[in-house]
């Protein structure tokens, strides 16, 4: 759970620097440290692109789970959710704040695969990146709605802690296959949520998240044949 605990650490670290600033952070200031981010997550969902699409042995899977998923994502209109969510419980200043940061931490494709990674393989890579990226965004935010974004840090814990038992617990169900068409779908959302970042296409990467199924249930039933 290392990177689970250094990504609480950063949000908490992020809080308390950010709320120091009682004017705010600078617009230009904002847009260079997210421009920086933007241009860490593309570079990480490349990455993963390539080193796991020679390894494939489904080479247009990741072309159906993107289309299917991207399609139901649609249809549920989860990017539309997600944001009427936060618009809901934004019914004080705080509030505002602490709604926006637990959804923003928690819903991404960093912080849903980064525990799997974690737990199945040992490897902190997303998480040390969404850390990163959660430590820009907290310090943010702490800057217009105070200290109280570090509380944000307490539910983060909590949902990549449950990831990341779930995955350990189904470790055995997860296979080589399985982890490596998740890795390409991954990668692919992670790169969508850089450009998105970075402002040169809204993928809606949220309405994209179904798309971290079509693997799993594809490679889970042709395990059974």
């Not at 570079?43 to 899977?61: D, R, T």
């Not at 849903?112 to 943010?140: C, E, K, R």
């Amino acid at each position: 759970m290392l990177g689970t605990i250094v990504n609480t650490a950063t949000i908490i670290t992020g809080s308390v620097i950010g709320s120091t600033f009682k004017k705010g952070i600078k617009e230009n200031h904002q847009a260079a440290l997210f421009t920086a981010m933007g241009m860490a997550a593309t570079g990480l969902g490349i990455n993963a692109i390539v080193q796991n699409m020679p390894k494939s042995n489904y080479p247009v899977l990741f072309i159906v789970s993107l289309a299917l998923g991207g399609l139901l994502g649609s249809i549920l209109n989860l990017d539309e959710g997600f944001q009427h969510l936060a618009d809901r419980f934004s019914v004080g200043h705080l509030s505002k704040g602490l709604s926006t940061g637990i959804l923003l931490f928690c819903i991404g494709t960093l912080s849903i695969l980064g525990p799997i990674q974690s737990a199945l393989n040992g490897d902190h890579t997303y998480l040390f990146t969404n850390a990163t990226l959660d430590f820009v965004t907290s310090m943010v935010l702490a800057s217009t709605y105070g200290i109280g974004i570090a509380l944000t840090a307490i539910v983060l814990f909590c949902w990549q802690g449950s990831i990341y038992l779930l995955a350990l617990m189904l470790g055995s169900f997860m296979t080589p296959d399985m982890m490596t068409e998740l890795s390409i779908v991954g990668g692919f959302l992670i790169f969508g949520s850089g450009l998105s970042i970075l402002g040169i296409k809204d993928c809606k990467t949220m309405n994209m998240l179904p798309s971290l199924l079509i693997p799993l249930v594809f490679c889970a039933a042709m395990g059974l044949f």
